[in-house]
């Protein structure tokens, strides 16, 4: 069973930084690894949007416009573990984020529906 966790959310004044960690358990080999992992958030009365997804077998990775050279996303090398560094922090940040991960290439990397696997989120508050 494939379970994601999420840690790292809190509190920060905007034009702060945190960074997010999302940890995979639940496969035993490279060759089960996801393919691709991204992370995902909401905010209270709004759809869930992509921020940012990461091809784990050559590291391409992709951001929505409204974060693009503020956050980025990274794995480590034994693609079990994605961080999303969030610089310069926007109270339009705020929102809860979820770690999503996909056994298959993915055609829209921000398509909720391509991906199989879900962390419960982490809160992220930035006031202004």
């Known amino acids: 069973q494939v379970q994601l966790v999420e840690s790292g959310g809190g509190s920060v004044q905007a034009g702060g930084s945190l960074r997010l960690s999302c940890v995979a358990s639940?496969?035993?080999?490279?060759?089960?690894?996801?393919?691709?992992m991204a992370w995902f958030r909401q905010a209270p009365g709004k759809e869930r949007e992509g921020v940012a997804a990461?091809?784990?077998?050559?590291?391409?990775?992709f951001y929505a416009n409204s974060v693009k050279g503020r956050f980025t996303i990274s794995q480590d090398n034994a693609k079990i573990t994605v961080y999303l560094q969030m610089n310069s922090l926007k109270p339009e940040d705020a929102a809860m984020y979820y770690c999503?991960?996909?056994?298959?290439?993915?055609?829209?990397?921000?398509?909720?529906?391509?991906?199989?696997?879900w962390g419960q989120g982490t809160q992220v508050t930035v006031s202004s």
């Open positions: 999503a991960a996909s056994k298959g290439i993915v055609g829209w990397v921000f398509g909720e529906n391509a991906y199989n696997y």
């Open positions: 639940g496969y035993t080999s490279s060759s089960n690894s996801m393919a691709f």
């Open positions: 990461i091809n784990t077998r050559d590291g391409n990775s």
